[in-house]
């Protein structure tokens, strides 16, 4: 995904009511940014006890066209996704994840940590991705994930607002507001598409809850969130963070690797 916008998009069920939604959710972006579709089934139904893939699911008949593939859902979705060429890969999020795991268990967490593009995450109470967070740490390696989000905002015609935040009591030499929020906006005004440096917001004190405060606030419907690739399952994000938001947090999640 980049400045040229949302080319292919791959939506992945696994017939569940979560998985259905995320497709139908896909099926609209690709409609309004007129971009090719495609959804993946993943075939589990079968396979080695030692392969942990949560509930079996067997290739099922559907009124929908699906690709199906057999074997862990994890690999298969990334590699689908590369064969494709997929902008965008959307999943179903469930609301309380297994313990240890994101936002959508097994499959979002392994897809995540392969997958060296961007995911989004959708949950069954969010129908609707007209108000968008972008959450940064301020960080020149974090700004990676604005010309992602700018495709998004673009297909979906979303308000934007960014967010960044300073700790109150950061270390001696940390760098003031004032000189984050220089290098942010400046960041922002090559992406017209999020509406320029004007939508930042500079906020103090800890990451997680502010960020939280700010979707509260804007009635935001969709979080923009930097992660890591790779590492052990559940360890996604900037660290505590991006882990503790992609739990927390009671939205869609555009996660982008950086």
Avoid at 19 to 40: K, P, S, T
Avoid at 77 to 83: D, K, Q
Avoid at 86 to 98: F, N, Q, S, Y
Wanted: charged residues 25%; neutral net charge.
């Amino acid at each position: 995904m980049g400045t040229t916008g949302i080319r292919k998009l791959l939506a992945a069920t696994d017939g569940s009511e979560a998985g259905e939604h995320a497709v139908r959710v896909a099926e609209a972006i690709a409609r309004e940014a007129g971009a090719e579709f495609e959804v993946l089934g993943v075939e589990t139904a079968g396979l080695p006890a030692f392969a942990s893939v949560g509930e079996p699911v067997a290739r099922t008949e559907s009124s929908r066209r699906i690709t199906w593939v057999r074997g862990i859902p994890g690999v298969e979705i990334v590699r689908r996704a590369e064969e494709y060429g997929a902008d965008l890969v959307v999943l179903g999020r469930r609301e309380r994840p297994p313990q240890g795991f994101l936002g959508s268990g097994r499959t979002a967490d392994g897809v995540v940590r392969r997958r060296g593009g961007a995911c989004l995450l959708v949950p069954p109470t969010v129908g609707k991705l007209d108000r968008m967070v972008i959450a940064l740490d301020g960080t020149r390696r974090g700004l990676g994930i604005l010309e992602p989000a700018a495709a998004l905002a673009a297909a979906v015609r979303g308000q934007v607002t960014a967010v960044c935040v300073v700790p109150d009591h950061g270390p001696d030499g940390a760098e003031s507001p004032e000189g984050c929020a220089s290098r942010v906006g400046e960041a922002l005004g090559q992406y017209p598409a999020l509406g320029g440096p004007g939508i930042l917001r500079c906020r103090k004190g800890r990451p997680v809850p502010e960020i939280m405060a700010q979707l509260e606030e804007t009635g935001a419907n969709l979080l923009v969130l930097g992660v890591r690739r790779g590492g052990p399952s559940g360890e996604m994000g900037s660290g505590h963070v991006g882990q503790d938001l992609l739990r927390e947090a009671p939205v869609a999640i555009l996660t982008v690797p950086i």
